[in-house]
């Protein structure tokens, strides 16, 4: 019961009273209230679970784009030249292998032949201009040409997120924002846990004159403020559930306000912990909140183009 009592005290004041606690704990005072990873890792795992429970299959629909025309004539005559000099009976076979798979993947409906067909994909992956039928037909592809002409490793990586994702999503391409939104909540934690350092390494450089704060004290700032997030999101989530508010303009309502709160709950645990005035800390903010969202969305893109390229 003493620690129950210890957790609610010390959630209501991280919820009330943002940035006391870190100043707090900075000044030793920590007898009163349950350690910052802790509370890390009460709420955060809770938030994870009531997800998974009832609303990861929850679907988000986009518009289709407009296709273009593939176009494949280079490979195949790379191909083609390879087969006619080809040393031995086994090399040939192989090639032709690769010809007819590549041929093959060329076939596609006399509607989508139309260069103003709509098709399906987004501004990210290419979903309908895939040069290659599936991951087997580029794989098979690749080992064919000459070692020169092989894609190098960063182009072999995205070329087969392409392909693998076409093959999922070619006739319903809006699956493919289910299918990032979803993976994206599943790499979160992991993210924030990895990229924690990163992110105080950026609040450092923010307060790099701020000399009487130390590399773990920004750690200890980032964490009480995640610990926010996830109570914050899974508010969300509760609010989520009761059909009678769950209508779109109030869900939408109700995450345009938990954006203003988490940016002015920010803004002023800023203030409070790093003892700056108003119109610095607003831009440090910022700054901060660029560098954290291009970290986020990078190591993300870097982590999904690797798991669907190899999958």
């Known amino acids: 019961m003493h620690f129950v009592g210890k957790f609610f005290k010390t959630l ?17 005072k920590r007898a009163d209230y349950v350690h910052p990873a802790i509370m890390y890792f009460i709420i955060a795992p809770l938030f994870f679970w009531v997800f998974y429970s009832g609303f990861r299959d929850q679907k988000v629909y986009f518009g289709a784009v407009n296709g273009k025309k593939i176009v494949r004539n280079g490979t195949l005559e790379l191909l083609k030249q390879g087969y006619k000099k080809a040393k031995t009976k086994e090399d040939s076979l192989e090639i032709a292998k ?9 076939e596609i409906d006399n509607d989508e032949e139309d260069e103003n067909e709509k098709g399906t994909g987004s501004g990210l992956f290419n979903l309908y201009d895939t040069t290659y039928k599936s991951a087997a037909a580029y794989d098979s592809v690749q080992r064919s ?19 693998v994702l076409s093959e999922r999503y070619r006739k319903n391409g809006e699956y493919v924002w289910v299918d990032i939104v979803n993976k994206f909540i599943q790499y979160y934690p992991y993210m924030i846990f990895l990229l924690l350092p990163l992110f105080a390494v950026f609040l450092k450089l923010l307060y790099v004159r701020r000399k009487q704060f130390y590399f773990t004290d920004h750690c200890l700032f980032l964490t009480h403020l995640n610990t926010l997030l996830f109570f914050v999101m899974l508010l969300y989530l509760v609010v989520l559930s ?6 779109e303009s109030r869900l939408s309502l109700t995450a345009f306000a938990i954006l203003i709160f988490e940016a002015v709950y920010t803004i002023i645990a800023m203030k409070r912990f790093y003892e700056q005035g108003l119109a ?7 700054l901060f909140s660029i560098l954290c969202i291009i970290s986020l969305f990078s190591a993300f893109a870097v982590i999904y183009s690797i798991s669907i390229s190899w999958s």
């Open 12 to 28: 209501g004041i991280l919820i009330t009273q943002p940035g006391f606690l870190s100043v707090e704990y900075k000044k030793g």
């Open 280 to 286: 610095k800390t607003i831009l440090k903010f910022i």
């Open 242 to 247: 009761l059909k009678k508010f769950s209508t």
């Open 145 to 163: 040409l000459p070692p020169d002409k092989r894609d190098g490793w960063l182009e072999k990586i995205g070329t087969r997120r392409d392909v």
């Open 98 to 106: 690769a010809i007819r798979e590549l041929q093959d993947s060329t």
